[in-house]
C-alpha cells in the first residue's frame, strides 16, 4: 500500500493538472491559440530565474520561483479572472480562499499550509519576494503583448492609463525594468498627451 | 533604447514561448489533448518541490529546480523524441547539442553558458541533482500513464520489462519513491512472471 503521505502528495500533483484547462486572455507568442495558466507558470519560473538582477537587493529567488510555480492554481476551482473585469473582480477573493482551501487541503497538513501561505504573500505583495513575483506576472503579460502589437490591450479597448494602472507593481516590484515599461508602451499606445498626465 | 542587456534577456524570453507548441507523447489527465513541454516543465518544478522529501540527501533543490525548468527548451529546436522510438534517439544529442548553442546562445553570455551548462548537467546525468530532475522526469510520465490507466503504454504496446527500464531513473534518482513505481507497475501490467524476472 502507498504511504498516506505520499498518497497525498499524489492526489494534489495529479489535482493540479487541471491547470492546463484554465485559460488566460492572451494568446501564445505568434499563435490564436490562448496561454494556459499552467504554461504562463512556467515561463514565470524561467523569468525569474533570468530576471533576478532587476529584483531588489535581497530578494530571495528560491521562495520567488516556487511562489510564480504555485500562485494560480486557485484558478483550477476559481477560473481565470480577466483583470479588467470589474465585476468579477469583486468577488474573487472570496472565490479564491474557497479554491485554496480544497486544493492546498489535499496536501499533507505541512506542505499545505506552506504552499497556502506561500499564495497569501503573494496576494497581499508585501514582502520583497511577493513584489517581485507580481512583478514579473504583469511583465509577462506585457511581453507577450508587446509581441503580439499590443494584441489584448487593443482587441478589449482597454486605455493607456489602465495599462499603465495594471503595470504599476513593476514599479514597484522591479523598479529596474519600469523604464522599459514606460518607454514602450509609449510606442505602442502613443506618447501621453500633457493634459492626461497632469490630471492622472 | 532598451539596454542591450535586457533585450537579449528578452529575446529569450519570447523565443522559449515557443515550447508551449512542442508536444509531448502523454495526455493530459482526463483530456484526449497532448500535453506540451512547458505545462510538462511547469509540473516537474512543482513537483521538485513537493516530493524534494524523496530526494538523496544533500540535493540542491533551487538548482534542480531551474534545472527542470529549462530541461526541454531545446526541444523547440530538436522536437519532443519518443522516449521508445529507437532511431530518433540515435542523432537526438546532435540535434539537441545544435539547438542548444542557438537558444542559450540568445542570451548574455553569461547566464547563456549557465543555463546550457545546467542543461548538460541534466543530460549527463551524474550529479545528486541531475539524477533527482531525471527521476523527476520519468515519475512524471508514470504519474500521467498511471492517471490515464497505463495509456500511453498500452497504446504503443511497451513491454513491462521496457517500462522498467525506462523508469529505472527513478530508482537511482529518488530511490525512496521506486517501491511504489514497482508495485504501480505490477498493479497495471499484472506482476512479473518468474521465469522472466530471471531471464532479465
Redesign the interface.
Known amino acids: 500500500m502507498?504511504?498516506p503521505r505520499?498518497r497525498r502528495?499524489?492526489d494534489?500533483?495529479?489535482e493540479?493538472?487541471?491547470?492546463?484547462?484554465v485559460l488566460r486572455r492572451t494568446s501564445?507568442?505568434?499563435?490564436a491559440r490562448l496561454?494556459?495558466s499552467?504554461?504562463h507558470?512556467?515561463?514565470l519560473?524561467?523569468?525569474a530565474?533570468?530576471?533576478a538582477e532587476y529584483a531588489p537587493h535581497g530578494t530571495d529567488?528560491?521562495r520567488t520561483?516556487?511562489m510564480l510555480?504555485?500562485h494560480d492554481v486557485v484558478e483550477i476551482d476559481a477560473g481565470d479572472t480577466f483583470a479588467f473585469d470589474e465585476s468579477a473582480n469583486a468577488d474573487k477573493l472570496v472565490r479564491e480562499r474557497k479554491a485554496a482551501e480544497r486544493l492546498f487541503g489535499l496536501?499533507p497538513p505541512d506542505?499545505g499550509d506552506r504552499l497556502w501561505s506561500l499564495w497569501e504573500e503573494f496576494e497581499a505583495g508585501r514582502t520583497p519576494e511577493a513584489r517581485f513575483a507580481n512583478a514579473l506576472d504583469r511583465f509577462h503579460a506585457f511581453?507577450?503583448n508587446v509581441?503580439n502589437g499590443g494584441g489584448t490591450w487593443k482587441a478589449h479597448a482597454i486605455s493607456k492609463e489602465r495599462i499603465m494602472q495594471r503595470m504599476d507593481p513593476i514599479r514597484e516590484g522591479a523598479p529596474a525594468?519600469w523604464p522599459?515599461v514606460v518607454?514602450?508602451v509609449d510606442e505602442i499606445m502613443g506618447p501621453t498627451p500633457p493634459e492626461e498626465e497632469a490630471g492622472a
Open positions: 502507498t504511504d505520499l502528495q499524489l494534489f500533483i495529479v493540479v493538472d487541471k491547470l492546463k484547462q501564445i507568442v505568434g499563435e496561454e494556459n499552467a504554461e507558470s512556467w515561463h519560473g524561467v523569468m530565474a533570468l530576471l529567488l528560491g520561483l516556487l510555480l504555485i496536501l506542505q511581453v507577450q509581441s525594468l522599459h518607454r514602450t
